[in-house]
């Protein structure tokens, strides 16, 4: 596959790509497997998503970073590949999980590198252009295997501040089973200290609400509270996709959230976080390696937003999937979810589409809609106005399978997106549930809904 150039509007191409079950809103290139986003960062005026890319075939085989971005989360541009494995190089394997940042202006990306199938894998350092279009990779090592004889698989650099410090975390398996969180301060982008484990399954909240053997893609953000005028302090969100051995991408546990505090430890000077709840990330179990990026505002405060990875691959749960074969004919997998807004409300992660998304709305079929409610394509329902169950179901003549479904209380909303072969459906008060369904010829998407709920439904359209 030929690299687009950096002007590629990748939306507009995937309007006219000949796979009726390719999703049209949601950026990726047009050919090619892809999974975690990485990198995702707001730099310079654009927001900037990259991903985990084998632009060759679509397995899951060589992995590079792919690169799209936009200015208003809206309108995307496609990129020419970021990072791509380097022969004889720490990332010879693949250029795996990472982040980017703007270290004293210059956009700089930190991710896990692998020689070798079964090696232990390195932080591994790459700057890039203003544009962040084109990068420099040298093979600068910045944080090695720690020389501790209980950290047994290291993954995922993620970085966050604190007290105006810089720390880096990674996700980590323990000889005894546990999964863990590495910590380490990073003063300097092209050196990180280890500092030692830092959390663990061993703590009781981490291990009712995050149980894994191995914590991938650890994220940790502040994100608005409905709590935190009370007592005072910020509210911060560590999430985790939660590996368990066997994992073949069907990852049984799904992610995991833990909401609690940072504080300083007063002899080291270093960040203590102390989970107080959790629960799971989203309800699908198509929904995994999500990114989040922290942004800030002097007059709203922060901000997180969350974008995450869904799979392709058998039907889950009654619905139909795709076979090895059909999707090697196909010649994509993966697709990145809508962009998503964090906060806590009642103790309680809360996750929402980004309102930039309602851009995409374009003629309304239906409004106040009752019953059964036929859905395109390509679509937005807002459903409200009773308690009882909603069912999504891709239906022809006397056949059909259940998709989504889920019970409404009054009071509540359901918000779903159908992007051909991607459903994203939120609730109020509550986290999104993402998942994956393919029509078959003849088949049409049906809202089932109960006694005096009623439903707008809008066709989505790309901005002209």
Known sequence: MTDLISSTPSLAMTAIHPDPAFPRFHPRPAQGWINDPNGVSYINGRYHVFFQY???????????????????????????VALRPQDGGPDEYGCWTGVVTDDGGVPTAAYSGVTSGHGHSQVVISRGSADLVTWEQIGHVAASMPADPLVTAVRDPFLFRFNGKRYAMQGAGLANGHAALLLY?????????????????????????????????PQLVRVPSDGDAEDGGETWVMMFSLWLSGD????????????????????????????????????????????????????????????????????????????????????????????RVLSVEKGELVVSPAPEVE?????????????????????????????GEVQLVLASGTERQVVFTGQMSRGEELRIF?????????????????????????????????????????????PE
């Open 359 to 387: 851009a995409y709305r374009g003629p309304l079929l239906a409004e106040g809609a009752a019953g059964t409610v036929s859905v395109p394509a390509f679509a937005e329902a807002l459903i409200s106005g009773a308690s």
């Open 418 to 462: 159908v992007d051909a072969s991607l459903v994203e459906v939120y609730r109020t008060g509550s986290v999104a549930t993402t998942l994956r369904a393919y029509p078959a010829p003849g088949e049409e998407w049906i809202l089932e809904l109960p006694e005096g709920a009623a439903a707008s439904v809008w066709e989505l359209r790309l």
């Open 54 to 80: 084998n632009p060759e075939s679509a397995r899951h085989h060589r992995i590079h970073w792919g690169h799209v971005s936009s200015p208003d989360l809206v309108t995307w541009d496609e990129h020419p």
């Open 185 to 217: 301060s990073v003063e300097d982008m092209s050196s990180w200290k280890y500092e030692g484990i830092w959390l663990t399954t061993e703590n009781p909240v981490a291990a009712s609400h995050t149980p894994a053997e191995i914590w991938e893609c």
């Open 248 to 339: 073949d991408h069907e990852h049984a546990n799904g992610v995991g959230h833990l909401i609690g505090s940072l504080t300083e430890d007063p002899q080291t000077g270093l960040p203590i976080f102390t989970p107080r709840s959790g629960g799971s990330s989203d309800l699908g179990r198509d929904f995994y390696a999500p990114q989040i990026v922290q942004l800030e505002s002097p007059t709203a405060g922060p901000k997180a937003l969350l974008w995450g990875w869904a799979n392709e691959g058998p039907g889950r749960d009654g619905r139909r999937g795709r076979t090895q074969e059909e999707i090697d004919a196909a010649g994509w997998a993966g697709v990145l979810t809508h962009p």
